[in-house]
């Protein structure tokens, strides 16, 4: 049968300005009490980098920096929202702005599997041959994507029209996708986030630009959705009963 899960909402204010009000969520599972721990507490050391059954404070004392010891903050906006979109299968999606060095928008899903509480990772769902063709799949759509845009660049510099700076802007976004083409030639595809759907996995491709080019990098991040009939082959028998209706 599958767990039921209820989620409750953890929040506190910020101690200093800006006086963010932050919230989070803690999982139970009545029935198998250590699932839910095992999710808390795999969710709060990743994101909020505590660990909840040990920390003294508030669980978002890391995420909140410290003004006085010159700590910055590290989560800005942070907001949740949590589904089930298989009867086995807690998905919880993070949004935000993530700060290290430099600050970038955040979007993730923490997806667990309502067995033992275990998060599925994308390399983790796959059987060795399983995770060449799917890996092969997602690499020549991303390549499809990524070439057409570059198609689109290059058409625009056609146009005499444009601005020096946005000839400039144009030919450095081209340069830099060509890069991102030959470097990730041979690699495998940058799985960025995994997202279970009704009917098929979301898998996101993360973006070409690094930091010190990110404002030149107007694509998205590539996203496919496989359909779960496709991937069942691919799958681990596990995984595979997880992703079955």
């Not at 993730?108 to 309502?114: G, Q, R």
Request: proline share 7%.
């Amino acid at each position: 049968a599958a767990q039921s899960v209820t989620v409750d909402t953890i929040s506190a204010m910020q101690p200093w300005p800006p006086h963010e009000r932050f919230t989070f969520p803690h999982f139970s599972t009545p029935e198998q009490p250590q699932l839910a721990e095992r999710i808390n507490r795999d969710i709060c050391n990743d994101l909020l980098e505590v660990d909840p059954n040990t920390v003294e404070g508030s669980i978002f004392q890391m995420a909140w920096g410290d003004p006085a010891h010159d700590q910055p903050q590290r989560l800005y906006s942070l907001k949740w929202a949590s589904t089930e979109p298989l009867p086995k299968v807690l998905s919880i999606m993070f949004s935000g702005e993530q700060c290290g060095a430099n600050c970038e928008g955040l979007t993730t899903h923490y997806v667990y599997d309502l067995d033992d509480g275990h998060r599925l990772r994308y390399d983790s769902l796959f059987t060795e041959d399983g995770l060449n063709a799917v890996d092969d799949t997602l690499r020549k759509h991303w390549r499809a994507v990524v070439e057409d845009h570059l198609k689109q660049i290059e058409d625009s510099l056609q146009v005499v029209s444009s601005s020096f700076d946005d000839r400039q802007g144009l030919e450095d976004a081209l340069a830099m996708y060509r890069q991102c083409l030959l470097e990730r030639v041979d690699q495998r595809p940058y799985v960025s986030d995994i997202e279970p759907l009704d009917q098929g996995l979301r898998v996101h491709v993360a973006k070409c630009g690094a930091h010190v080019d990110r404002e030149l990098d107007d694509l998205d991040e590539v996203s496919m959705d496989l359909p779960y009939a496709w991937l069942g082959p691919y799958l681990r028998p596990k995984v595979a009963s997880l992703f079955s209706r």
